[in-house]
């Protein structure tokens, strides 16, 4: 990427041969990008990220779509980006339907089809979830689309570079990928659009992308994931292996040596990257402030930064009671996740858990603790002093 | 060590988590320190979700919705992570909404439905800002908590027990509002800004050039949007699908003559002039607030002169023994000069015990006798008791009948 912010700075569209040598880097990375998922170089579309290629493909389709009433289906697990494009649409009169998912996280193609109306005019269905990692049956809800013609999108944004994406062997008719999840930069991501798909662009502009998506090119971005997209490619299969192995030590290390812990999710049908676990008694989010001072990072499913939390709508959807979403976290493998690390984490994470369970009131009571026992302020005061 | 500093993004706050940044190595913004020293870290405590309610943002607030410059706004974590990226400290947000409401906003809403002048100050720093807080701290693994109050505490190795004090800086003193506190809180709270004045702490900001260095001062409750607790209380209401009762009643003197008609008991407040809609030679005053009756009591002055008052779910932060009756200055509002009283405390039977809080069955009230008549004494302020310095204890003012 470096050469492209200092060297080449050419903008990719212009005539001259700043611009010709930066248009060449581009397209070498459309290329690659195709390749990963064996679309045709003119079927992917450049875009600023995940977020906007679910915005893209689910306004965009529907948009496009001639009908005076329109109807979508869709997941209640879905990323947050198609879910509130979705629910936008709502709000101009399209109706949605978001199905449910099991207790594993996964859709049934069955209630695909059945949700399908007359007037539907996308379907919607993440090919991975990125809390739990559960993998949602893409190729059977394929067939369903392509039987009654209506235009299936996937968002893969989790998926990519940890299992095989073939679209034309899954019948997708869009995808939506981003290069930061496949160790790329942020900022950037790309969407593909079969041939002959119909869609209304996002933003109006110059003809950049095929008239699809105008805006100069992030070359340098763009560049970057051409090359995480090249390496994915190159390292799929041996990371799926090495790092599910290394999930799955972890796993079963923790459920060893930690009392009250399950896995959220599907464990058979799921990336190899991903472990979503509950500890009960503990809250999520302590949990995370405390591994992240231990040295360790991980996350729950809730977007902390917008200064309002709300709990993991995939883990209510999967019917998880608050309680159990609360205190439930998320652990993310990749390709440079080591025997150590799983090592050092197998050997922080109990130590944490057994700290904050000795601290809570819930817990305690669960093991028979009353009120005199629990926490008096005199002993405390004593235990303090002493310790000064 | 490792100290949690409870960030608001105001300007005390801040300061007390540079002074003890400063204080303490090891402060590059990775949390694992090697080293023994102390670790400071800072926690912005989310309490109340400012995009509920929207009706209240009005003037104040930005194109997204947001309420501004008011406590738990967005602008307020924004300035807290700032602060700390400058300081070098890591920094988190926690959500305390749910215990908040529960703890904090239900009973300041129950008790202005009572007809009480409630601050939710007080039971907001004990039940939420320091119970959740320390919980909070002891589970990401710190020992201690720090806050910007201004307050002091100490240990007093003769007793064995930790006092709290009024900060050296009366005028900014929130000693007041800490009077709940237990002694394992007080046992592991520190207070950077008990020892400076307010003028000196602006001057720490300014001189380590911290972000919010010249950020004025928030003076409202941080969930109610500018002194407006009755349209808190409508919103709030909508929001929970429960209808206001707002019926107008009757403006009665104390010995029960009907002097006027008023627009619904909630606009008012004990020691209240405007807005009785009564013409009269003398000023009246509200005296209190009859719910029960729906009426809104009124009198001169002299009727706003009381010298006894009873104060239940007291607190003691200096031991005492049921019966005991000790000479204190007491406070009944926080801006309130403390004067001077007889306290008699008095053990009472107790519903439930607070599992968390290992509160013993016995709770506690005190009665109080001024030595001068006191102006506007209101139920569902604190009476905090003081010895000199030293906060003694407190606790709350009970409504009106219960005292004569």
Known sequence: MRPYFLEEYGNASSVHAFGQRARAAVEEARAEVARLINADPAEIVFTSGGTEGDNTAVLGVVEAAEASKKHIVTTAIEHPAVLYAARSLEERGVR?????????????????????????????????????????????????????????????????????????????????????????????????????????????????????????????????????????????????????????????????????????????????????????????????????????????????????????????????????????????????????????????????????????????????????????????AEVYRRAR | MTIAVAMSGGVDSSTAAAILAENNSGGASTPCDASGDARVVGLTMQLWNQRRLPHLQGLAADSAGHARGRCCSLDDVYDARRVASFLGIPYYVVNFEE?????????????????????????????????????????????????????????????????????????????????????????????????????????????????????????????????????????????????????????????????????????????????????????LYVIALDRTQNRVVVGGNDELLRRRCLVREVNWIRPVEDGEEFGASVKIRNKHVAAPARVKAVAVKSEAADLRRSAPATGWVAEVEFVEPQRAITPGQAAVFYDGDEVVGGGWIVPEGAHQ
Do not use: W
Not at chain 1, 318 to 329: D, F, H, K, N
Not at chain 2, 128 to 149: D, N, P, Q, S, Y
Not at chain 2, 210 to 220: D, F, H, I, R, T
Not at chain 2, 221 to 235: K, L, T
């Open chain 1, 96 to 380: 949605v339907t978001y199905l449910d998912v099991d207790s594993g996280g996964v859709v049934d193609p069955q209630e695909i089809a059945g949700a399908i109306q007359p007037d539907t005019v996308l379907v919607s269905v993440m090919h991975a979830n990125n809390e739990v990692g559960t993998l949602q049956p893409i190729r059977e809800i394929g067939r369903v689309a392509r039987e009654r013609g209506i235009a299936f999108h996937t968002d893969a944004v989790q998926a990519m570079g940890k299992v095989e994406i073939d679209v034309r062997e899954l019948g997708v008719d869009l995808l939506t990928m981003s290069a930061h999840k496949i160790c790329g930069p942020k900022g950037v991501g790309a969407l593909y659009i079969r041939k002959g798909t119909r869609l209304r662009p996002l933003l109006h502009g110059g003809h950049h992308e095929r008239d699809r998506r105008p805006g100069t090119e992030n070359v340098p971005g763009i560049v970057g994931l051409g090359a995480a997209a090249r390496l994915a490619q190159q390292h799929l299969a041996e990371d799926a292996a090495r790092v599910g192995a290394l999930r799955d030590r972890l796993e079963s290390g923790l459920v060893k040596a930690v009392p009250l812990v399950h896995v959220n999710g599907d464990r058979a049908h799921r990336l190899p990257t991903t472990a979503n676990l509950r500890f009960a008694h503990v809250d999520g989010e302590a949990l995370v402030i405390a591994l992240d001072l231990a040295g360790l990072a991980c996350s729950t499913g809730a977007a902390c930064s917008s200064g309002s939390l709300e709990p993991s709508h995939v883990l209510a959807a999967m019917g998880l009671p608050r309680e159990q979403a609360r205190s439930s976290v998320r652990f993310s493998l990749g390709r440079s996740t080591t025997d150590a690390d799983i090592e050092f984490a197998l050997e922080v994470i109990p130590r944490v858990i057994e700290r904050l369970r000795a601290i809570s009131p819930r817990y305690q009571s669960q093991k028979g603790f009353t009120a005199e026992n629990a926490g008096n302020a005199e002993k405390t």
């Open chain 2, 99 to 283: 215990q908040f409401e529960q703890d904090v906003v239900r009973p300041f809403v129950d008790a202005y439905l009572g007809g009480a002048t409630p601050i939710p100050c007080s039971r907001c720093n004990t039940e939420v800002k320091f119970a959740r807080f320390v919980e909070t701290a002891l589970e990401i693994g710190a020992e201690r908590i720090a806050t910007g109050h201004y307050a002091r505490v100490s240990f007093d190795e003769a007793t064995g027990r930790y006092r709290l004090f009024a900060a050296l800086d009366r005028a900014k003193d929130q000693s007041y509002f800490l009077f709940g506190l237990t002694q394992d809180q007080l046992a592991r709270s520190l207070f950077p800004l008990g020892e400076l004045t307010k003028d000196e702490v602006r001057s720490i900001a300014r001189r380590k050039k911290l972000p919010v260095a010249e950020k004025p001062e928030s003076q409202e409750i941080c969930f109610v949007p500018a002194g407006s607790y009755r349209d808190f209380i409508r919103e709030y209401f909508a929001e929970q699908g429960i209808k206001l009762d707002d019926a107008p009643g009757e403006v009665v003197t104390t010995d029960g003559r009907v002097l006027a008609e008023h627009r619904g008991i909630f606009n008012y407040t004990v020691g209240q002039r405007k807005g009785l809609g009564v013409a009269k030679g003398e000023p």
